[in-house]
């Protein structure tokens, strides 16, 4: 009998406790927030005009779970997600093709050296205008990637408008798993390494490691890693990687967030092999997170003379948490500190940068480096050397943004085969006011573009408008203009025509031995400033 009453006892406080529980869930505004949310979900899914998919409602409502929050937070869609996961592996499986739209068309770029599309003859320039017996035009670009990627073995077919043929042409392509490699290049000048590092991917510390131990076998004395354009990647292995040139336990970066499993030290775990290697790190404002983490903390522990332009300013850390659907949650969780403490996020005027770091020293604050160097927070790595990105002017974006040095290169090299003449000259610049020509494609700015809409309406008016001579000199004007800009930016349009023709011209390791490594401005300054160790030593090391 006491033994009953014992347990009616605790079956009692048990459902009290359950009780309570239920009690205090119930009355959490969270809690609130979601059967109001739910409840409002099943009266649109029951009652709206038009039938409508309940993932679709889901997917829409939850994209704006980010409105308020830091823009690096946010739902990424399960196209999107796959993708991630896949290159953050290091692979995916596809066709292995680089594409772009032209004329509404998939257009490729490049395939990726040795993948299924290089081994068909995929050639840039070429046109997706069929995948099986859909017509390609029909789709949007990621549709259309979703058909021509899939599982390895399987097979698909296109069909080809290749540049310079008259008759399109069929390709079956059998798709495989496609490596994609973080180390792009790595290669010497004189006894100077050089290593591309474009993201950090799982594969990437194996990669750099594997590049690291050719070079030092081949006599490298110095070491440029060129850090340009890197997005960033995973955290860990943004710290391995910086570990190789880092003593034993040195501090690379710590974070600070609400939760305590969020805040902690990152130190070297392991002596890397290239402590002592003298370094030149490049970036520029497309460096990003992982890539700030490593160029600030070698920057800090004066461990390498950072060269280039301002970095981009990401001193957030995400994680990501897969939902339901196949979706996925980014969430910014902590900030990251370099050794010296000085955080890099780039403020801004948004109201999420002054609730997320308004405890944070902004950016004119000094810190100090191991060697008493001043360096700054909260505006990106700012680096010891600076080459401006300068931004592009009207006529080099209308280039850009136009697509016009690819449509060219292909042109080009059709006529004159894959051999150039190398740093391109003034026959290439004038071959390229031709084509433009031929296309009707003027720039001298917003004058012209007034012009033109002026010219438009006064036809309407008057068809014989246009032949009148105070028109024909200001048309003269604004060809001058124009001549005039084309002058100015002679040098960055050659630059531009160079880099596309050498990428649709050679492999990646022909790119960088014909180009980059002879012609890049600022891999050039890197290699000179190594070759020159007292000046080197000076920047790192002012007062010794």
Do not use: C
């Not at 010497?188 to 594969?203: D, H, K």
């Not at 850390?317 to 902590?334: E, H």
């Amino acid at each position: 009998m006491h033994k009953f009453r014992t347990t009616a006892f605790f079956i009692i406080l048990n459902v009290a406790a359950i009780i309570a529980g239920l009690y205090l869930v119930m009355t959490d505004p969270l809690f609130e927030g979601m059967m109001a949310y739910a409840t409002a979900f099943h009266i649109i899914k029951d009652n709206y005009a038009d039938p409508i998919k309940s993932e679709d409602l889901f997917q829409g409502s939850i994209e704006k779970i980010e409105d308020g929050l830091d823009p690096f937070t946010g739902y990424i869609p399960p196209r999107s997600y796959q993708y991630y996961e896949e290159e953050s592996q290091g692979e995916f499986s596809g066709i292995g093709v680089e594409i772009t739209v032209r004329d509404g068309l998939l257009t490729v770029v490049s395939p990726i050296p040795g993948s299924p599309a290089d081994r068909a003859g995929l050639k840039a320039g070429d046109q997706v205008t069929m995948i099986g017996d859909i017509d390609a035009s029909t789709l949007d670009p990621n549709e259309a990637v979703d058909l021509i990627r899939g599982q390895p073995g399987t097979a698909v077919e296109l069909r080809i408008r290749r540049p310079g043929l008259k008759e399109q042409f069929n390709v079956k392509i059998e798709r495989a798993s496609v490596q994609i490699s973080s180390v792009e290049y790595a290669g010497m000048v004189n006894s100077t390494g050089y290593i591309r590092l474009t993201n950090f991917a799982l594969n990437s510390l194996d990669e750099i490691i594997t590049a690291l131990e050719s070079l030092k076998l081949m006599g490298m004395d110095g070491l440029v890693l060129d850090l340009r354009g890197n997005p960033g990647g995973f955290l860990e292995i943004a710290v391995a990687i910086t570990g190789l040139f880092l003593p034993d336990d040195a501090l690379i970066v710590s974070t600070g967030g609400r939760s305590f499993t969020e805040e902690f030290e990152l130190r070297n775990f392991f002596e890397g092999d290239y402590q002592d290697v003298p370094m030149v790190v490049l970036v520029n404002n497309g460096s990003a997170s992982a890539s700030e983490i490593l160029s600030g903390a070698l920057q800090d522990h004066d461990r390498a003379v950072i060269m280039g332009d301002t970095t981009f300013g990401k001193g957030l850390v995400q994680n990501i948490s897969p939902l339901p659907q196949d979706g996925a949650l980014r969430l910014t969780v902590s900030k990251y500190y370099l050794p010296s403490g000085r955080i890099i996020q780039k403020f801004s005027d948004m109201e999420w940068s002054e609730n997320l770091v308004k405890t944070e020293s902004r950016a004119e604050t000094v810190y100090r480096t191991d060697g008493g160097r001043k360096v700054y927070g909260g505006g990106g790595v700012v680096p010891d050397i600076i080459y401006d990105d300068e931004d592009p002017t009207i006529l080099e974006s209308v280039l850009l943004v136009g697509g016009f040095y690819f449509d060219f290169g292909v042109e080009y090299l059709q006529k004159h085969g894959n051999v150039l003449n190398l740093p391109l000259g003034q026959d290439v610049l004038d071959s390229f006011r031709v084509y433009l020509d031929s296309r009707g494609v003027h720039v001298s700015g917003p004058i012209e573009n007034a012009f033109d809409d002026f010219m438009q309406a006064a036809k309407q008016v008057d068809p014989e408008f246009p032949d009148k001579a105070p028109i024909s000199s200001i048309r003269a004007k604004i060809n001058g203009i124009e001549n005039e800009s084309w002058e100015k930016n002679r040098d960055e349009i050659l630059e531009n025509l160079s880099i596309t023709l050498s990428n649709l011209a050679y492999n990646d390791n022909e790119i960088y031995e014909k180009y980059y490594l002879r012609y890049d401005p600022v891999i050039r300054a890197a290699i000179n400033l190594l070759e020159n160790r007292a000046e080197y030593r000076q920047i790192v090391n002012p007062d010794q």
